[in-house]
C-alpha cells in the first residue's frame, strides 16, 4: 500500500505523512487486550524523541549537560533519571539514552551546545527506534515467555533499564511501575515482529487460569 501524502499546495510535490512503525497493527494490538485478573495490554507509544549521548562522566562537559537536562546522568548500569520532560537511561559507562517528549532536533541542539567543543557525541536517534508499552497484571508473565532477565521485583522494577532480548529481537526494557507496566524499544525494523510475538504471547490470559 503506498504511502499516504498531502498536498502541499500548489507548485509544489505531495508531502508524505509521518507514520509510525506500528501503524498498521494498532487495531490488532487493541484486539489482543485481556482484561480481568490477567490483564494485560499492548500499545505503540511512537515518535517519542530518543538522543543517545556519549561524554566522559567525570567531565565539566557531563556537569553541563546535566544542568541542560536538570537531572543527573545514572552512573550505574539498570538506573535511570527522570526531570521534567526529559528520562535519562544508562547504556554503557559513558553512554546513556535521553528519552524525551520535547522536539528531537532541538534537544539535540542544546546537549551539542552544552558539550561547548568538548569530546563527546550527540545523535537524534528518535527515528531508529519505537516505543511499545506492555502493562497489567500479567506483562512480567508475557515477556518471561522469551525474555532471559530475572524479572521478579526482587531483582528488577521500576525505574530500571536494561539492553536484553525478548523473543529473537534486542531491546532496550524499562519497567515504568508496579503495575507493573514496560516500555520496549526495538529497532523499528524489527518491531513488527517484536508486536506479532507479544500479541501472540498475550493470548492464553484470555483463558481462565488452571487451578
Known amino acids: 500500500m503506498a504511502e499516504p501524502t498531502i498536498d502541499a499546495g500548489a507548485g509544489a510535490g505531495p508531502m508524505a505523512l509521518r507514520s509510525s512503525p506500528l501503524g498498521h497493527l494498532e487495531e490488532r494490538m487493541r484486539a489482543a487486550t485481556v482484561t480481568g485478573t490477567r490483564g494485560v495490554a499492548l500499545t505503540e507509544r511512537p515518535f517519542l524523541t530518543m ?5 566522559a562522566p567525570a567531565s565539566e562537559a557531563a ?4 544542568k541542560t537536562l536538570a537531572a543527573p546522568l545514572p552512573r550505574q548500569c539498570g538506573h535511570t533519571t527522570a526531570s521534567g520532560s526529559h528520562t535519562v537511561l544508562w547504556l554503557g559507562p559513558d553512554e546513556w539514552l535521553v528519552l524525551s517528549h ?11 551546545e552544552a558539550l561547548e567543543g568538548d569530546p563527546g557525541s550527540v545523535v537524534d536517534v528518535s527515528a531508529n527506534r519505537t516505543t511499545l508499552e506492555l502493562s497489567g497484571q500479567a506483562a512480567r508473565q508475557v515477556l518471561e515467555k522469551g525474555c532471559p532477565l530475572d524479572l521478579h521485583p526482587r531483582a528488577f522494577g521500576p525505574g530500571q533499564a536494561v539492553s ?21 524499544f526495538p529497532r523499528s525494523s524489527f518491531a513488527d515482529y517484536l508486536a506479532r510475538w507479544l500479541i501472540d504471547a498475550m493470548s492464553e490470559y484470555r483463558s481462565p487460569e488452571l487451578p
Open 63 to 66: 556537569d553541563r549537560i546535566e
Open 164 to 184: 536484553t532480548t525478548v523473543g529473537p529481537v534486542a531491546v532496550l526494557l524499562w519497567q515504568v511501575d508496579d503495575v507493573p507496566t514496560y516500555r520496549l
Open 102 to 112: 520535547a522536539d528531537g532536533p532541538a534537544v539535540a541542539a542544546e546537549l551539542r
Open 51 to 55: 538522543v543517545n549521548l556519549r561524554v
